[in-house]
Each structure stands twice: as C-alpha cells, then as structure tokens.
C-alpha cells in the first residue's frame, strides 16, 4: 500500500507528467501554504524569484556543462545570460584525470569563457585537503596527471600515478613488494592504467604505515567518458583498496563536505547564496542537500533513468539510495529542465513513489530548477 505522501506525490507527477510539451519550458509543482499541491507551468515570476535569491550557481560538468567532448545545447547562453546578471559561477567536476589547467583546456576548447579559479575538481580538492591538514610526508597516487599537477602545485612529494602503469607483478615463489614508508597518504582516483600493482602497493602503504591516509577524490559508480554510454567510475577503484585494507576513505569530491566549505570559504559565500545545479541525485543533488544549497536537477546527463525497461531497476535503486539521496517533496519537488526524451517525463511517478524516506524530506525546501534554455526572463 503507498502511504499518503506516496500518492500524492505519485498523483502530482503523472499530472505534470501528462500536461508537458516537450518545448524546453521549465514544469513545476508548487506547494501551497495549507500543504496541498497544485501542478502548474513554472512563472516568469517563478524563474525571476530563484535568479533574484541565489548569487552563486555551482554547476557539475559532466552532463551538465557537456557530455564527453560536446557542449550541452543552451549552456553558453546560460552562462552569459547569469554573469551579466552579476552572478558568481563555480564549476565542479569528480572526474580527477585533469587539473584546474587541464579543464580549463577543455572549457576554452568549446568555446566556453571560464577563469581557472572558477573550476573545482576533485584532483584539486585532493590537494588542497593535503594542504589544509599540512600535510609533510609522500603521496602514493592511484590515478592520471590532473592529481600529480595539483600535488606539484601544492609541493606535495609524490609517486605512482601514469608511471606505474606499466609494472606487473610475476607473483614468483617468495616474491616480496617493498614500498616506501615515508608515505603518508594514498590518493586514489580515476585510473584507467589501474593494476595489480598499484593496488598491491596502496595496499601495503595503507594497512603497514603508521597514520597512513586513505583519500578518494569520488567514490561515483559510473562516469561521463564519452558520449556513447556510461563508463565504470571512481568508485571501482576506490572499492579494490576499501577491500583489499577494510578501511574506509576519506572523501574530498562529491558529494563530501570539503570541496563545498572550500568553495564557500574561497568565495566568501553563505550556504543559501548558493545552487547547485547537477544531473545526479546520488552526488549532485545529494552534495547540494547535505550542504544547505538550493538543489537544480538537470535530465541532461542521466536521461534513462526512469526510461522504460528500467521500472524493476529504477524503483529498487530509488528504494535502496533513498537513505542517501534527494528529498522530494509531496509533487516531486522538481521544476525540470526538459532535454531528454518523453519517457523520461512518463517515469517521474517512479521517483515519487521510491522516494519515501521522512529522514530526507523537507517539505520546506524544494528542488528548484531554472530553464536553462529561455532566457525570457
């Protein structure tokens, strides 16, 4: 039997559901002050009411900004459309494999005006959480270049990383690894070279040297390499030495604490100045709720995820991340920005019916979301 919340909330987003035109406008649900819900075309007034609240938007990347080496339609104007409006934009990204530099590259390669300070990711909150503990002794990096530039920017020593990528271990008779014991910290983070070396070597640095930190950039199960599909994340590699040292990471990307308080410390910013605006619940969204920010959910950059043949899999996932997800509220919560494709819309019920755990709801806090597409404003 759905409870109450469920068929209200599953009754609100089959209506929304039912009554959009695909046409790029932003769709909400409004609670009303005597708790009831009424879905409704999200206003102009609306729109203007949450640019006017918030004066600093985070934006993930990865299917937010662009997917694989494409922009996202609409994201250059967006972004033009809120700088000359004054606002403060920060974009923050788990993928480790670049530096800020590195990304930077890639902003400017689309065509895309962004100022280094600007872009967060997690090999730079690597660093910088080395940093803020003062950190003195060697890193041992499970991970591609963007970690060891920002380690070398820090002037934090390293090893491994791209230059262990070729090491094999023949497992002889009585072969034995050394390791270096002035290693105070593994750092792991998106590898595609990852083997059975490195693995040995955290491994051994982590469980025999004293005090010895265990510090994952991410811990996401899947990732945006190309725009073809969905490739294995972070949290893959994170997982080999959580297992292999059954000790458990300390976490500086999304959706952890750090890389937010840095942000809002750099930026000299308050919780509630702040959006977040992302395409996954599990860190995005998450990252956004745990932080106290205003929450943007995108369907740019998870298209499927209530798409049709997935019912069986999108309800358990709801169900079982449901502890550590986004709270919706009795209609959704959601004011989306449409860009996938009609089944998308016809699976929001899913969500509403999932989404049941009082823990994460927070009648008084909605997730907002403007069109990024319009600039009627």
């Not at 409704?40 to 299917?63: M, P, Y």
């Not at 008779?173 to 105070?184: Q, R």
Request: charge should be neutral; hydrophobic fraction near 35%; glycine fraction near 10%.
């Amino acid at each position: 039997m759905l409870g109450a919340r469920q068929l209200q909330a599953s009754r609100c987003a089959r209506q929304a559901a039912g009554s959009i035109k695909l046409n790029h406008r932003m769709v909400g649900c409004k609670a009303v002050a005597n708790g009831s819900t009424q879905p409704r075309r999200a206003s102009n007034d609306d729109k203007k009411q949450l640019i006017d609240n918030v004066d600093c938007f985070i934006f993930d990347c990865d299917g937010v900004i662009w997917r694989g080496d494409s922009v996202i339609d609409g994201v250059p104007e967006t972004l033009d459309m809120l700088r000359a409006m004054g606002k403060r934009l920060v974009f923050v990204t788990n993928n480790s494999t670049k530096s800020r530099a590195g990304y930077l590259g890639k902003f400017t390669g689309l065509g895309l005006k962004v100022n280094a300070e600007e872009i967060y990711s997690s090999s730079y909150a690597a660093a910088a959480y080395l940093e803020s503990i003062n950190f003195d002794k060697k890193v041992y990096v499970i991970g591609e270049s963007g970690i060891l530039e920002e380690l070398d920017l820090k002037g934090i020593q390293h090893l491994g990383g791209p230059g262990d990528a070729d090491k094999v271990v023949a497992l002889k008779k009585g072969e034995y690894m050394e390791h270096d014991e002035d290693v105070g910290a593994v750092v792991v983070g998106f590898d595609r070279y990852i083997n059975y070396y490195k693995i040995q070597y955290a491994t051994l640095c982590i469980r025999e040297n004293p005090g010895c930190l265990f510090i994952a950039t991410n811990r996401d199960a899947v990732t945006h390499l190309t725009d073809a599909q969905e490739w294995a994340g972070n949290g893959s590699m994170v997982g080999a030495i959580a297992g292999s040292t059954k000790r458990e990471p300390i976490t500086v990307g999304k959706p952890a604490e750090f890389m937010l308080d840095n942000i809002a410390r750099t930026f000299g910013l308050q919780r509630q100045q702040i959006c977040m605006v992302g395409d996954r619940l599990d860190t995005d969204i998450l990252f956004g709720k745990n932080g106290g920010l205003t929450t943007c959910l995108v369907l740019s950059g998870e298209p499927d995820a209530f798409s049709p043949g997935n019912e069986n899999q999108t309800s358990t996932n709801l169900h079982r991340t449901s502890q550590t997800l986004l709270a919706l509220d009795p209609c959704l919560a959601a004011c989306l920005v449409v860009s996938g494709a009609q089944r998308t819309l016809r699976r929001l019920s899913l969500a509403a019916d999932a989404a049941n755990d009082s823990r994460f709801y927070q009648p008084t806090i909605s997730l907002q979301c403007f069109n990024r597409c319009s600039s009627k404003m």
